[in-house]
């Protein structure tokens, strides 16, 4: 089986070495670089090509938005995924990062000994086999896919989701899976949060919870005007905001007419 090639870069030596730690009990993960700063971590990635390159947002030299820029310039292939770790978890900043071409943001601290698998999971959804056309199709389905994820993320931040709520994670899958099914907003006990739940580790009561305290939030932030009239034809008569399937049923079909 061919490995899954990666960068790492981060100034924190004991945070590295952690993540090298368990980086390497992987057998299906091989680490082609290490950087303590971006200067290098860009040389790193012009030269090894790694499929994943995570790297933190706070680097010196070049920081996390200069690498990017720089690695952008240079040219990031459908294959090669960006991940960024950043203790700040700002709306404007994850909105930013997606928009630069980032794939996922990952806030500090985060569980080392989880990383391996969720690094595969991330490159692996990103990746998608596609049954049928050959490489050009796979090329344009992973596109297709790479822009879906920042188009939803995207609205979260409008209507007022806070990135920093494990909902907002949580709602990013749960469009993806009711734009894929529509049958799933049919069943979101059976089918839907179930899902989630597996993708991200979790049950599918916390995944029901955390949306819906994502809404409640965006709701309660001083009476959301762009929330409020996206769904004012949707809510049930005597709510004041929408229930978990709405919210999730108006965002996927919105998506699906962009």
């Known amino acids: ?41 860009y040389e790193l990635f012009v030269r090894e090509q790694p499929k994943v390159t995570i790297f933190d947002l706070l680097l010196p030299v070049y920081d996390g938005y200069t690498l990017l820029n720089k690695m952008n310039e240079y040219g990031v292939t459908n294959e090669q995924k960006l ?13 930013e990062a997606f928009n630069q071409g980032v794939d996922y943001v990952l806030r ?16 692996n959804r990103m990746n998608r086999p596609v049954i049928k056309g050959g490489i050009q199709e796979k090329k344009d389905v992973e596109r297709i896919y790479y822009k879906q994820e920042k188009v939803i993320a ?8 806070p990135a920093r709520l494990k909902g907002y994670r949580y709602m990013i899958t749960a469009v993806e899976r009711a734009i894929e099914n529509s049958e799933a907003l049919e069943s979101v006990t059976k089918i839907l949060y179930p899902d989630v739940a597996k993708e991200h580790n979790s049950t599918a009561q ?23 009239k996206e769904f004012q034809y949707i809510i049930s008569p005597g709510k004041t905001r ?17």
């Not at 991940?83 to 909105?95: E, F, G, N, Q, R």
């Not at 995207?154 to 989701?161: A, F, P, S, V, Y």
């Not at 305290?213 to 309660?220: C, G, K, L, Q, T």
């Not at 929408?242 to 049923?249: G, H, V």
């Open 1 to 41: 089986m061919e490995k899954l090639t990666l960068l790492v870069a981060d100034s924190q030596v004991v945070v590295k070495q952690h993540l090298l730690q368990e980086l390497k009990k992987d057998r299906q993960i091989q680490v082609v670089g290490t950087a303590g700063d971006g200067k290098e971590a």
């Open 242 to 258: 929408p229930t978990n399937s709405e919210f999730i049923a108006k965002i996927a079909q919105d998506i699906k007419l962009t």
């Open 108 to 123: 500090k601290p985060y569980d080392t000994t989880v990383i391996a698998d969720k690094i595969k999971k991330i490159y």
């Open 206 to 228: 916390r995944v029901e919870k955390a949306i819906r305290h994502a809404i409640e939030v965006a709701w309660s932030a001083g009476g959301n005007s762009q929330a409020n």
């Open 154 to 161: 995207k609205k979260l931040n409008e209507i007022g989701i």
């Open 83 to 95: 991940i960024m770790t950043t203790p700040i978890t700002s709306d404007l900043l994850v909105c």
